[in-house]
């Protein structure tokens, strides 16, 4: 386009290409995070996660439409996290047993926190509910695929898996049991080994 055809443009509406949109988004999603984990989904409020960001209230709504939507990308995020480190670190091994070991990783505690006060807190709040209920069938969707063939029921191995996974999250809610983290990783292991001992890495 000519110069002064770019001049005539109108301004495409939203934030300007330089500002810190991104930035500003990704600090939500941490203080998010953070105040969750700390207060409980009752007690998050848009003004704490605000405050804790650094930004106004008001500008919460410049990237999310609610609470519950900035949780849920929280969380969407937590479990991003979450993959990357059974990626980065999995060492060939199968990688549902991969992903598992990352649940259980000691910098991962804040992402399990807030995974299961989300799971908890969707028993409660409609809106939370669906967007939790969306994932599980998308991700369902195509764990049940891998397993097609090769699992006489892979909705109800999924389903184990999924449960175990978010078993998962609750590792810090039993601190009167002391054992060790590898000792429970390796039984872990075991467990997702006598679910799906076909389904490796080259599958």
């Not at 991003?80 to 091994?93: F, K």
């Not at 939790?132 to 695929?145: C, L, N, S, T």
């Amino acid at each position: 386009m000519p110069k002064d055809q770019k001049a005539l443009a109108p301004r495409p509406r939203g934030r300007p290409p330089k500002s810190d949109g991104r930035a500003t988004a990704q600090r939500l999603l941490e203080a998010a995070t953070s105040v969750c984990v700390e207060r409980g989904f009752d007690g998050t409020t848009l003004p704490l996660i605000a405050e804790r960001a650094r930004v106004s209230p008001s500008a919460v709504y410049n990237h999310f439409h609610s609470r519950e939507e900035l949780l849920y990308a929280a969380a969407v995020r937590a479990l991003d996290q979450i993959t990357t480190v059974a990626l980065r670190t999995g060492r060939g091994e199968r990688p549902l047993q991969a992903i598992a070991m990352a649940y259980l990783r000691p910098e991962m505690r804040q992402n399990r926190r807030l995974i299961a006060e989300l799971h908890l807190a969707s028993r409660r709040d409609a809106r939370l509910a669906a967007l939790i209920a969306q994932w599980h069938q998308e991700y369902a969707g195509q764990f049940v695929g891998m397993l097609s063939g090769t699992d006489p029921n892979p909705k109800a191995t999924t389903k184990v898996v999924f449960l175990l996974l978010l078993g998962l999250c609750h590792f810090d809610d039993v601190p009167s049991i002391r054992t060790p983290r590898d000792a429970v990783a390796e039984r872990v292991e075991r467990l997702i080994d006598a679910l799906v001992p076909g389904l490796s890495d080259d599958e």
